[in-house]
């Protein structure tokens, strides 16, 4: 059979069956998109004076035959949008029209279901519904703005033969059965639609040369293996999962692709080889078996990544190294050459790298890097040698909240200078006062004109912070023994609240559900204490036991390793 070239209306479609096959992209036409070809096929349709055989013409459709149906090579994203005009169109179309064409997805057979009977509501089920109901939704919007005819004019456009003229067609590119139609696929995309990495990969693996041993036998391993892609993309949706692995600094359409990046060692930051991963993947299958063993190479990555993962210890240490920026693959490649102890081991040390240091010595003003990787380590550690818990740090929470660091309780320099922030925070500590003349001398500046305010607020505000710290003005008080992990948004709301007012909020927290890092919660509860007279106050001795619990959890990771010594 020789490739065939010819232009068919839309009308001869309708009793075709077309397959998407397993290496193609799900549907993911824009807004943009979709209302371009309905202004484009209206704009023909409202032509005046117009030849008989005048038609508007869509891109091509390249197709290979399969079966009693057309496997789509190219053009899926078009047909699937008439199919979707056709849906937000059906009542009309029964009267003109009761064939349409069907389409199924060749690994994901739900998606063709949906694709018949569309169903807004399970929209957030997966990918592909969102974007077949989001062009739905856009193609309802467009026929909500024209008057009521253009529906039927529209769709008579449409589902003309050629008898009638005035139609719609498509240029039919019917290639021949010998030619591989991933190779054209690939050619087609490289140069035309900005596919991804893990597009073209999945392409050139699923190429039909790669699978020796008869035709049923490559049809059934290129199911398989895209199977396999499927399941492995499935589990990188999960937000837990995919925050372990990565600090969500750059977006994969396929998540799939962060492995290949990691396989390919690349690309260099700002690189402008777009197709740099696709291009490592394209020189190392040389040959038919290479693709097995290339695919296997990358189910290991993903195995491994799981079973740390799933492996509590693991989960966190490897965690907490990526939160700080360590390359994932580098872990990777040592974990492979050594064992379950060896591999700890080399965490241990490369977290000490991070951490060592003098913990009594650490200042807010000038190691607010270092107290926060200290602080992060306390929680992660402080979790993970509960061993009667199950409860694993929240790392997708800590990356999206932009955890930082936080005053437990306030300092001079954070004094609310704005008079609206003075009178929010004057009532706030009322409420908490017992002492008769500073509620007196409180009440009485909450009360005074907001330009007298600032002469006596400043003192007034000196004083409360001495009364919340057992006598002590704390503005020196900048160590980590006064500081703990909060979410950005909490922080902002406490950044100059005294001890008990932070303590009533993030005891609303738990209660609420919310999460908190673990020690947070534990230094608001007087977790490190000794002895818990008062609740209303951050003293001396609270420091000190807090102080003393992080150096004692973090023992092993922030001295040298070998030697007695901090450095």
């Not at 006596?456 to 020196?476: C, M, Q």
Request: charge should be negative; charged fraction near 30%.
């Amino acid at each position: 059979m020789d490739d065939k070239i010819s232009l068919k209306c839309i009308h001869d479609l309708l009793d075709y069956h077309f397959v998407i096959p397993s290496y193609q992209r799900g549907y993911r036409w824009t807004d943009q998109q979709v209302n371009d070809l309905l202004d484009d096929i209206w704009e023909f349709t409202q032509k005046g004076e117009k030849a008989k055989e005048e038609f508007y013409c869509l891109q091509p459709v390249v197709v290979a035959l399969d079966g009693d149906g057309y496997s789509v090579i190219d053009g899926q994203q078009r047909l699937t949008t008439i199919h979707i005009i056709f849906s937000v169109l059906k009542d009309i179309k029964r009267l003109i029209e009761e064939r349409s064409f069907t389409i199924e997805f060749a690994t994901r057979k739900d998606s063709g279901g949906f694709l018949q009977n569309i169903d807004l509501a399970r929209m957030d089920d997966n990918i592909d519904y969102y974007h077949i109901c989001r062009a739905f939704g856009t193609i309802e919007r467009w026929f909500a703005g024209k008057p009521g005819t253009v529906r039927v004019d529209f769709l008579n456009s449409l589902l003309r033969d050629d008898r009638s003229g005035n139609n719609v067609k498509v240029i039919w590119y019917e290639i021949d059965s010998t030619m591989d139609p991933i190779d054209i696929f690939t050619r087609i995309n490289m140069g035309k639609i900005p596919l991804t990495n893990a597009e073209l990969v999945k392409a050139l693996f699923l190429k039909r040369e790669n699978f020796q041993g008869g035709e049923d036998f490559s049809r059934l391993r290129q199911l398989e293996l895209a199977t396999e892609w499927d399941s492995i993309e499935y589990s990188l949706r999960s937000e837990e999962f995919w925050y372990f692995l990565t600090n969500g600094q750059k977006s994969y359409e396929s998540r799939i692709e962060f492995i290949f990046d990691l396989i390919a060692d690349g690309p260099a930051p700002g690189s402008l080889d777009r197709y740099y991963t696709f291009r490592h993947f394209d020189r190392q299958c040389n040959e038919p078996a290479a693709v097995e063993t290339i695919w296997q190479g990358i189910k290991n990555y993903f195995l491994t990544f799981s079973e740390w993962f799933d492996m509590r210890k693991y989960y966190h240490l490897v965690g907490y190294l990526i939160a700080l920026g360590e390359d994932l693959g580098e872990l990777k490649d040592h974990s492979s050459g050594s064992t379950k102890s060896q591999f700890e081991q080399y965490l241990v040390g490369r977290i000490g790298v991070h951490v060592r240091c003098s913990v009594d010595e650490l200042n807010y003003d000038d190691d607010k890097d270092k107290i926060r990787k200290v602080l992060l380590l306390f929680n992660i550690i402080t979790l993970l040698d509960s061993v009667n818990s199950n409860e694993r740090f929240q790392f997708g929470r800590y990356k999206i909240e932009d955890w930082d660091i936080e005053h437990i309780h306030a300092v001079q320099s954070e004094m609310p200078s704005a008079a609206s922030h003075q009178s929010d925070w004057l009532k706030e500590v009322l409420e908490f006062t017992d002492d008769i003349e500073l509620k007196k001398r409180i009440s009485s500046c909450i009360d005074a004109d907001p330009k007298l305010r600032s002469g006596i607020f400043e003192t007034l505000y000196n004083d409360i912070v001495k009364y919340y710290s057992e006598g002590e003005l704390i503005e020196d008080v900048q160590d980590i023994s006064n500081l703990a992990l909060l979410d950005s948004g909490t922080n902002r709301g406490l950044r100059n609240a005294v001890f008990p007012v932070k303590r009533k909020v993030i005891i609303e927290k738990d209660r609420q559900g919310l999460f908190l890092p673990l020690c947070t919660r534990n230094v608001f509860l007087k977790y490190y204490s000794d002895k818990v007279e008062q609740m209303t106050f951050w003293g001396k001795a609270d420091r000190q036991a807090y102080l003393g619990a992080i150096k004692q959890t973090l023992g092993r990771f922030i001295h040298d390793q070998g030697s007695d010594e901090r450095i």
